[in-house]
């Protein structure tokens, strides 16, 4: 056990909620926090259930080095609740499709920290794997909050929580093409600030022989198929906040962003290498903020900084139409995003293929206009023209 006097320090990363800019006087402001109670040392002799039992109690966990392969998810069910994982222990999620961690919808104050959770072989009888909507942490799961708990409203001055240091692997360590999820990280509740997320999709493996030694003769890469993952992070929530988010080489859109007043500041995206153009055709992107389906009033918004996306299309020739993608709010809405300092590179790989351009926004008649200059030679743009799939402003 812990005591209370056990303290670690949050963090609260803010823009001018006046103006959506940010604001040096509201950036990493650090006081220290309280644990609840007591909190609890976790170790590898504990199990799923264990643990539940301590957060059930309304403790904080402590989890210590290790690898706990979970038979069901870590659920937090109070507000200031926390879990916080040392040395890299690393979480390995039910095969049933539950994610290893969420959070109920209605609370504030919690924070999760540390946490490196890793994809399973999940075990479908019947139907599609992934499994739909399965995910590694989901916050803001819709479930009933314990009777002495009472839901509260997430503000910019009481956010539903904290997320520092998220590693989320999908394959990699474990060389089971069959590992997989749908999604890797979805947040659905308002007020999430998240540092420091790496969200990734195995490029490459362990399992032999080694299959492309032109690109290494250490490890075996991943072809279509393996380790499937559609989507590494899936924002539904309103002012959710992200400083430094990395994600990799999943099957569909890297990142769909579909809540308002969102923020992120730096974004690191690699397409996935073993696509084929059906990829492009879809118009999937690195980075997409979609307020179509947007449910509030006023004015949908959305603020991107220093947002980098990347293509080496290893086994096809690929043409992505646009690194980061925007699709407007309804026409009866009003829709403010803004994009600065955003890029796309073409690395290498199979030719004609690359990024036709950095920015893309895709009207109601489902044409993507494009901003920004194309990460692609002479070749690829006419390949792109000829695909009709945009038109260059």
Not at 28 to 39: A, H, I, Q, R, S
Not at 187 to 199: A, E, P, Q, R, T
Not at 217 to 238: H, I
Not at 370 to 390: D, N
């Amino acid at each position: 056990m812990l005591s209370s006097s056990k303290q670690f320090s949050k963090q609260s990363p803010f823009s001018n909620a006046a103006t959506g800019e940010p604001d040096s006087t509201l950036v990493y402001v650090t006081w220290p926090v309280d644990f609840n109670l007591e909190g609890v040392l976790i170790t590898t002799k504990d199990t799923a259930r264990t643990m539940q039992d301590q957060l059930d109690l309304g403790k904080d966990l402590i989890i210590t080095p290790g690898i706990y392969e979970l038979d069901q998810p870590l659920t937090v069910k109070f507000h200031d609740q926390v879990i916080l994982c040392i040395g890299m222990a690393t979480l390995v999620a039910p095969t049933n499709g539950q994610p290893c961690v969420k959070v109920l919808k209605g609370l504030t104050g919690v924070r999760l920290a540390g946490l490196f959770l890793e994809a399973s072989v999940q075990v479908v009888p019947w139907g599609p794997r992934p499994i739909p909507g399965s995910t590694l942490l989901h916050w803001g799961v819709d479930e009933p909050l314990p009777a002495n708990v009472t839901s509260g409203t997430p503000s910019q001055d009481n956010p539903s929580g904290y997320i520092y240091d998220l590693f989320c692997r999908v394959g990699g360590q474990n060389d089971n093409p069959d590992v997989g999820v749908d999604i890797i990280a979805q947040i659905d509740s308002d007020w999430v600030i998240g540092d420091n997320f790496w969200l990734w999709r195995a490029d490459h493996s362990g399992k032999t022989p080694v299959n492309h030694p032109e690109v290494s003769k250490n490890f075996y890469q991943t072809v279509l198929g393996e380790y499937p993952c559609n989507t590494g992070l899936k924002v539904t929530g309103d002012n959710v906040y992200i400083y430094g988010l990395a994600v990799e080489h999943t099957v569909q859109d890297n990142v769909v962003w579909t809540g308002s007043g969102g923020r992120t500041y730096f974004f690191q995206n690699e397409f996935p290498y073993d696509v084929d153009q059906r990829y492009g055709h879809h118009k999937y992107a690195g980075y997409r903020v979609d307020g179509r389906h947007w449910k509030g009033k006023g004015t949908f918004t959305h603020r991107a900084y220093a947002l980098g996306t990347y293509a080496y299309y290893r086994d096809h020739p690929v043409v992505t139409p646009a690194g980061i993608q925007i699709s407007p709010a309804h026409k009866t809405k009003s829709t403010d995003v803004k994009v600065i300092n955003g890029f796309s590179v073409f690395l290498n790989g199979q030719s004609p293929a690359g990024v036709g351009s950095v920015v893309g926004n895709i009207g109601d008649d489902g044409i993507l206009t494009t901003i920004g200059e194309a990460s692609l030679g002479k070749e690829q743009k006419k390949r792109v023209s000829e695909h009709k799939l945009y038109r260059q402003v």
